[in-house]
């Protein structure tokens, strides 16, 4: 075993000296001791172990009223029962749901991480006095319980005729959501290799060219975890979409399933068919963003 | 750079005027203060949803306010109420609870995980296999509260739910009850719920970070004859610490004023057993109509949650001082 492993690595060494550095050897990913599987397996329990409630809303999705009335949540459907995604689907417009989540979520994932790139640009690259307490402040937004926005953000909405109106909940969130961007993009902006700066001023690039043509690009791969947790953040949010997203035809997928759900005519598979409906857009999202999220939350990237 | 010369530079920097090497910002010749224009946008926004509703409720603390009639100014007496008010302290000592729920678990556990998938699964068994175990361990962070609480109902509700059913089977059926309705374990039941809930984040954030990680530092350690354990304390933790930061202070915010799985799951009861502020200062709020005495409440959380981050962010500056300094 160990002569394979000396072989692999001579291999290697013989086939690939110079290029070295950019390939990393591949002699540990064959060498698997029976210590790694049982790591392996952990993981896998563990993952199953928190996948249990998905597995749940899986399969009394697809099971008619009277089969879950019969033996329960627990055991699989004993017929494909495709009415209660029909009728919650029918029943909410879910079409219509979807697509106020969608653009509410879309346009604060992108305006809030606008937001933070500015705030952080002043506060890690500029340097800007007293830059801790600044960020402190802006943190205030995160830390506030927010249903102590409730009353005063009413009043102020309703006065300037924006209540019942998606922009109001847009522009809450921008600033709520900016706050954990600027604290996390500030702190990762710190670091900011100098030498790119110092390179860049040389050419005679002012700020804001230097803020689009050079920290832009290398702190891309933070801010798109960013747009990634802001727009799952914004999806999921509740309270603040309740409040002022009055009228039937501006609510989101979220408030939607929990105004059903107090309905007494719902019945468990309907509302078992809503969380499923619920949640796939944003397992969906997050599947299709994920490969963004290996390249990192940092500026690392740049050596 | 030698210690006394770090010790000296203040000194010099001072008397010989032009460098001042703190003061300065990361783009050579450009004066700090231009910056400040950068900042409008976000802080207009800022004082406008957050400043102003928050002075406005400093306000109401120190007032009467039902909702309908104009505020009637009362001075200090819903803060010495609140002082005598055994449910805030029992909703600050559940607030504890939530920490350890929130914070330290999730962050701890975290941590081993984003390690154990970065540095032994994703490397023996491929990127794949880890992407797709972080994609699982994710998942309660996708779910909407409000379909994370149905769900949730179904597996802890005495009758028929899916956990007392399941002890049944293996024959502990004597230790099935109404978990959320049993004020012996409704807090521990949350608290369980609140950890399957967290957990992906601290492993999102910390798997991206060892993504920084020089994979050669672990070989050198590794042929230094260290091991696992001694790795991932020497190097992961002191590597990704500003994100262990990042992970600490948002995850003790959010489970300073967790307010959504209470309200969805409990309501804060039984009785106080799993009463929190934000869920006191909600139900004071819109329940009970009692404005001003709700406004107190939620003005004490962020009292604790801003003293505390304070603390937070001034430790991290140091930390970062003393890296920059070395």
Redesign the interface.
Known sequence: MSSTILDDTAKAAVTAPVARQPK?RRS??T??TFG?WM??LV??L??LL?????F??LI?SFKSPADYNAA???TLPTDLYFDGMVNFWQRVDFPEKLWNSFFISSVVAILAVL??L??A?????????GR?W????????????????????YF?FKSVGLYDNQWAVI??F???Q???G???LA??L???P?EI??AA?LDGAN?WT??WRVVYPITKPTLS?LVIFFF?WT??E??IPLTFLVSNASQT??VS??VL?GDRLMDVTT??A??LL??LP??I???IF??T??????A??VK | MTKASVADAPVVARKAGPRLPA????????N????????V???A??T???????I??IYLTFTDYR?IRPPEWVGLENWVKLAGDTTFWTSFSNSIAMIVAMVVVPTLLGLV?AA??FD??G?????K?A?F????????????????A???G??LRPQ?G?LN??LDGVGLGGLAQNWLGNPATALPSIMVIMI?VQ?GYPI??F???L??VD?ELYEAAELDGANWIQRFRAITVSIIR??I??VT??CT?AAL?V??PI?TLTGGGPGTSTIV??YY??SE??QSQQ?GY??TI??A??IV??AV??VF??A??KL?RQEEER
């Open positions: 990393k540990s990913t060498r698997k790694d790591i392996l993981a896998i563990i993952g928190i996948a249990v409630p998905f749940l809303i009394n329960g949540p627990l937001v933070s500015l705030n640009f002043a506060l890690g690259i500029g340097r800007v006095r801790t600044i960020v402190l402040l802006i943190l205030l937004a995160n830390m506030l319980p927010q249903e102590v926005l409730l009353y005063p953000l102020m522009i809450i921008v600033v709520i900016s706050a954990f600027t604290y996390l702190s990762v710190g670091t900011f100098k700066l110092e001023s700020k230097m803020l975890v799952i999806w999921n509740f309270l997928v979220p399933i929990a759900q509302t078992s809503s969380a619920g949640l944003t397992l999202f997050f599947l994920q490969r999220l290996t390249r990192g939350i940092t690392g990237a | 003061r300065q910002s990361l783009i050579p010749g450009s700090p203060r231009t910056f400040w224009i950068y900042l946008p976000g802080l926004l800022l406008l949803i957050i400043v102003v509703p928050l406005w409720n909702g995980l154990m998938l032994l699964i490397k023996k068994f491929g990127g296999i992407s175990l972080r994609a699982t361990y994710y998942l309660p962070q996708i779910l909407p509260g409000v379909v994370a149905i769900v949730i179904w597996i028929n899916a059913q399941v399957w957990l999102v954030i798997m991206a970070a993504q920084r994979p500003p994100e930061f990042v202070l948002t915010i004023k307010f959504g309200y502020p934000a200062a909600y709020f819109f404005v709700g406004a939620a003005t959380l962020t949650i801003a981050s304070v962010l001034l991290q500056t970062e």
